[in-house]
């Protein structure tokens, strides 16, 4: 089951980048940056799926590999994900290099939650931020069709990761096989409703 979750996740993650790129028109700069943002995301959660699929996690090196693939998948990717889409939910455009510093700044927290040896409480916080971010961003549209696939999608999304996943507000309740699966299938409603988010944004005065 974990190897079809895995692929599951990868194909998801397949169908919400190909998503990012369905418009009639050449992507606005501010979109651009969203779209390439989105799509480095969607590559860390790639990596992660595959990187336990195709990586022997028999030795201490495979191990490490394996463990600093999932951890962007959890402390970059997703939180990344639902910031991007909350700021664009309200009509808040940064640029790549404030993004950058955002994306430091995640690292850095990471880190210093590490060395504090208070990861555990920071990956609580990072899942609530995470599921809450998501959920706020597609409250806030009126768009049947972008509140209604994204609070969808950010439902399933919202309970692989903080209940079922590596980040569980709930520890009792992790399973990665049901994390991943449930990611898998958030992204295809999430797919849907992001389409339609960059498409707004590339319409002036629309949002």
């Known amino acids: 089951m974990d190897v079809i979750a895995n692929l599951a ?40 799926a595959a990187g336990q699929l195709l990586i022997n996690a028999q030795n201490p090196d495979s191990q490490t590999l394996q463990r600093l693939l999932s951890n962007m998948k959890d402390y970059l990717a997703l939180p990344l994900i639902s910031s991007l889409l909350l700021a664009t939910s309200f ?6 290099v404030g993004w950058g510093r955002w994306v430091l700044v995640l690292i850095a927290l990471f880190e210093l939650a590490r060395r504090a040896e208070v990861g555990e409480q920071y990956a609580i916080i990072l899942a609530g931020f ?3 971010a998501l959920l706020l961003a597609f409250i806030r549209y009126a768009q049947a069709n972008i509140r209604l696939p994204g609070l969808v999608g950010a ?10 996943g590596t980040l569980s507000l709930l520890p009792a309740y992790q399973n990665a096989v049901l994390s991943n699966g449930m990611l898998a299938i958030s992204f295809v409603p999430l797919a849907l409703a ?11 005065g629309m949002v």
């Open 9 to 48: 996740l990868i194909l998801g993650c397949v169908f919400y980048a190909a998503q990012l790129f369905r418009q009639p028109k050449t992507l606005t700069d501010n979109n651009k940056t969203v779209v390439l943002l989105l799509l480095l995301s969607v590559v860390f959660i790639i990596a992660a």
């Open 91 to 96: 009509n808040k455009f940064w640029s790549r």
């Open 130 to 132: 995470s599921s809450a």
């Open 155 to 164: 439902l399933l999304a919202s309970l692989s990761i903080a209940v079922y």
């Open 194 to 204: 992001t389409r339609e988010v960059i498409s707004l944004h590339q319409k002036p």
